[in-house]
């Protein structure tokens, strides 16, 4: 009788801080609809992609709009371009070989590649320094390599023109390469500054391939999707996923322009090539986090933090926001991931433990997505 009553006593302390709870958790998540749905509804977007998660707070929230090319809605299972997301996964990848002290960041590319493959690459001030950039500096944008993406060429059409103009193109990373020692310049010495670019992570690539004597697309599935079961991940035009896509990978706009079936967006590759469900990237990300991909030490070399720009830093293959670095109005929490230029985002919040991965699917939203996940962490932080 005693116990029967002290249970009954323990049930009334607790139960009315536990219903407390879950109808604040309830009202946060239709607050966080509203605020998907809203971006959803601006004019630019034609379908969008959010997953809250966090395992340690019993949360998992799944959002998801609009229409894919047939006409019929998107799912939550729908798989979508991930962009510089894609970067994550490459440098956890390279990672990996240093935590089995394979390679150290502090190595020179040219012990891994060949003279040939890297020759003229970086040049700067009459110095070629393509085999002294070191792989740390690869993963964190440091080595002054131009980027092959972004930046304009010397003469000629830029490479997205290229990508524009002959959608039904598939290339190859040495075709991409070439372009960049043709047509680009570097930007500084290795170790002098910071840009951003994809050139560095094509050669982060093929130091993969090199090591494995694999393709990067099966090097991706052995080291990392099969072992964390992600069986809704691929490398897009070049592999299957572990079970078969739900549907077609969404439409991602440039502006109003279609360009998801374009053949040319093979250019990606190690940059960012890469099809995913928000679910999965949020499950990648969370193993990351925890220690389940690598060693916890490694996991926090990861995050040697160099300047971007106001409120942001980079990492090995990892991007930091800090909100109130950029307003003194945002609450003093850290974003770790990274973002693609598609709108697309993956972001771990150490001080809530909350994984948040999704896109907008549209190229102009590569920056507004951050308001969006600003305004998202204000709406978790009064809950959790």
Not at 26 to 52: I, Y
Not at 56 to 74: K, R
Not at 166 to 172: H, L, N, T
């Amino acid at each position: 009788m005693n116990g029967f009553i002290a249970s009954l006593l323990l049930l009334t302390f607790l139960c009315p801080p536990c219903q407390g709870y879950g109808q604040d958790m309830g009202r946060a998540e239709q607050k966080a609809r509203k605020l998907f749905e809203r971006e959803l509804g601006r004019k630019p977007v034609h379908n969008a992609f959010l997953t809250v998660a966090s395992p340690s707070n019993g949360l998992h929230w799944q959002f998801f709009g609009g229409e894919g090319l047939d006409g019929q809605p998107v799912q939550g299972n729908t798989p979508f371009l991930i962009a510089s997301i894609g970067k994550t996964f490459t440098a956890t990848l390279v990672m990996q070989l240093a935590a089995e002290g394979q390679l150290r960041p502090s190595d020179p590319i040219g012990g891994f590649l060949p003279d040939s493959l890297l020759r003229g690459l970086h040049v700067w001030k009459g110095r070629d320094y393509s085999k002294e950039i070191t792989i740390g500096q690869l993963l964190q944008h440091t080595s002054g390599l131009a980027d092959w993406f972004e930046d304009q060429p010397k003469q000629g059409p830029s490479f997205l023109e290229q990508m524009l103009a002959s959608p039904g193109k598939f290339w190859e990373p040495s075709e991409v390469l070439a372009y960049a020692r043709q047509q680009l310049s570097a930007h500084f010495a290795p170790g002098q500054g910071f840009h951003y670019s994809d050139t560095g992570y094509f050669l982060l690539g093929l130091l993969l391939e090199a090591h494995y004597g694999q393709p990067l697309h099966e090097v991706l599935q052995r080291q990392l999707l099969e072992p964390l079961g992600l069986e809704q991940v691929s490398m897009h035009l070049r592999s299957a996923p572990l079970r078969a896509f739900a549907a077609a990978p969404a439409p991602l706009y440039l502006e109003e322009l279609e360009v998801s079936t374009y053949r040319s967006l093979s250019a990606d590759w190690a940059g960012g090539g890469l099809l995913a469900t928000a679910d999965d990237l949020a499950r990648f990300m969370q193993a990351l986090a925890y220690g389940e991909v690598l060693p916890k030490s490694t996991w926090q070399s990861m995050q040697a933090w160099v300047p971007e720009t106001k409120g942001m830093s980079y990492g090995f293959g990892l991007r930091r926001f800090q909100l109130r670095g950029l307003s003194p109005l945002l609450p003093d929490l850290t974003l770790i991931g990274h973002s693609g230029s598609t709108g697309s985002f993956l972001y771990y919040c150490p001080e809530l433990d909350v994984f948040m991965a999704g896109s907008f699917n549209q190229v102009s939203y590569a920056r507004r997505h951050v308001v969006f996940l600003s305004k998202l962490c204000m709406t978790l932080k009064k809950v959790l």
